[in-house]
């Protein structure tokens, strides 16, 4: 069974920072992309990083390119999401997701996590 468990939302000060994390099981880091997207009220999901499954190469999003940072750990089966300088327009639910190809339509992904950066 597949499933993707994210951790480590909240609310913080814009300019803080937060890290999420996600646990993976049911499939590996070299069977699928593994990444983040972002969805808030009203707007559209926003796919913010992806790591590609085979050669690692990483995407990110215009609008966090520079502030966030994605990072594994395979022997957690875990993936991360550093967020840095943190923005009122950051916030959103943000959940970890896996697909085949980065750019492709989310295959899997977990429940969501809330983050809230306040001004």
């Known amino acids: 069974e597949v499933q993707l468990v994210e951790s480590g939302g909240g609310l913080v000060q814009a300019g803080g920072s937060l890290r999420l994390s996600c646990v993976i099981s049911g499939f590996t880091f070299d069977d699928y992309a593994v990444g983040w997207f972002r969805q808030a009220p009203g707007m559209e999901r926003e796919t913010v990083s992806c790591?590609?499954?085979?050669?690692?190469?990483?995407y990110y999003s215009d609008s966090v390119l520079g502030r966030f940072t994605i990072s594994s750990d395979n022997a957690k089966n875990t993936v991360y999401l550093q967020m840095d300088s943190l923005k009122p327009e950051d916030t959103a639910v943000y959940y970890c997701g896996a697909v085949l190809i980065c750019g492709a339509s989310w295959y899997w992904w977990g429940q969501g996590t809330q983050v809230t950066v306040s001004s």
């Open positions: 790591r590609a499954s085979r050669d690692g190469k990483i």
